[in-house]
């Protein structure tokens, strides 16, 4: 039987009959904007944001800025903790700040954190070494303000970082056997023309999610998904009250419904990855680890 409750050595918990199962058939517990726990509220906006809304925010930060924060912050457990609760696919939105004179990277949502890019990943690699048989899923995008010389700097740290840990890229997935013979933990999707010349990355993971503010309405629109519920600017603005916090824990009893229908597996209504919202406080590992249960039921069937 697989545990209900959450480990950090789920994968390497997994019955052997599962082992040579390939990863995009299993149901993976994922992070949506995985490092939005440490956003520096007093950090420049993202380019991408309006001029419009950059006006706002100069003339009204002391309004806009805990806005931001508390319709921005989707987690609010460190990486580390997260690795430890079960999540092993991590949504990472890499950028370079505007006029820094430095190379540092920071993570972005809306604002940037605190925390660079090196340094949190760096202890992703000390925590894999305490966990061998553990794999993550590192999937690094959006690359604002990112310069092709500041791309090859960090795919090159990437690669130092990592090492034998990589899993270079294949057409065929691989399984948890192949990996552990491999020693490979890290499986580095990188969403950018880059990997076509580093065949230690692999491309953009596709990840599919619905912009809406209720549950049912995010439902219709999942297949492989991130199940995080989001609001545009004229929601936020008529409830105020309100934050991401409060309508993903509002409406969690429907997504949990949701989740335990589900079934992995290679069929085409199967699901693999599913990130979610405030991974810490609901047990949404847990849920999604249960769910392989189900691929050992198809087994025993065959």
């Known amino acids: 039987m697989i545990k209900m409750s959450c480990s950090p050595d789920w994968m390497s918990s997994l019955p052997e009959?599962?082992?040579?199962?390939?990863?995009?058939?299993?149901?993976?517990?994922?992070?949506?904007?995985?490092?939005?726990?440490?956003?520096?509220i007093n950090s420049p906006l993202v380019p991408s944001e309006s001029d419009c809304f950059r006006i706002l925010?100069?003339?009204?930060?002391?309004?806009?800025?805990?806005?931001?924060?508390?319709?921005?912050t989707t987690q609010d457990k460190s990486i580390e903790e997260q690795l430890?609760?079960?999540?092993?696919?991590?949504?990472?939105?890499?950028?370079?700040?505007?006029?820094?004179?430095?190379?540092?990277?920071?993570?972005?949502?809306?604002?940037?954190?605190?925390l660079t890019v090196l340094e949190t990943l760096s202890s992703v690699a000390l925590w894999l070494n305490s966990h061998p048989k553990e794999v993550v899923i590192l999937a690094c995008s959006h690359f604002q303000g990112i310069s092709d010389k500041l791309h090859q700097s960090?795919?090159?740290?990437?690669?130092?970082?990592?090492?034998?840990?990589?899993?270079?890229?294949k057409v065929s997935a691989p399984?948890?056997?192949?990996?552990?013979?491999?020693?490979?933990?890290?499986?580095?999707?990188?969403?950018?023309?880059?990997?076509?010349?580093?065949p230690e990355l692999w491309p953009d993971i596709p990840y599919w999610w619905a912009n809406q503010c209720t549950a049912k309405e995010v439902i219709k629109g999942f297949?492989?998904?991130g199940l995080n519920l989001t609001a545009d600017r004229c929601f936020i603005a008529e409830n105020l009250r309100q934050s991401l916090r409060t309508i993903t824990f509002s409406n969690w009893e429907c997504l949990r419904g949701w989740v335990e229908k589900q079934?992995?597996?290679?069929?085409?209504?199967?699901?693999?990855?599913?990130?979610?919202?405030?991974?810490?406080?609901?047990?949404?590992?847990?849920?999604?680890?249960?769910?392989?249960?189900?691929?050992?039921?198809?087994?025993?069937?065959?």
């Open 223 to 225: 297949f492989v998904c």
């Open 84 to 114: 430890s609760m079960g999540i092993r696919y991590f949504d990472l939105r890499v950028a370079h700040k505007l006029k820094d004179p430095s190379s540092d990277l920071y993570f972005t949502h809306v604002i940037y954190t605190h």
């Open 175 to 198: 399984t948890l056997r192949s990996l552990w013979a491999a020693g490979q933990q890290v499986i580095l999707s990188y969403d950018s023309q880059h990997p076509l010349r580093h």
């Open 154 to 169: 960090f795919i090159f740290s990437l690669k130092k970082m990592f090492g034998s840990k990589l899993c270079p890229y």
């Open 17 to 40: 009959e599962l082992w040579d199962t390939p990863l995009t058939e299993f149901a993976i517990p994922g992070s949506h904007d995985a490092m939005s726990y440490c956003l520096d």
């Open 263 to 302: 079934t992995p597996g290679s069929g085409p209504q199967s699901l693999n990855i599913i990130a979610g919202d405030f991974v810490g406080p609901l047990p949404l590992c847990s849920l999604i680890i249960a769910l392989n249960q189900k691929l050992l039921r198809k087994k025993s069937y065959r």
């Open 57 to 72: 925010d100069g003339l009204f930060y002391c309004f806009t800025r805990p806005t931001i924060f508390k319709w921005a």
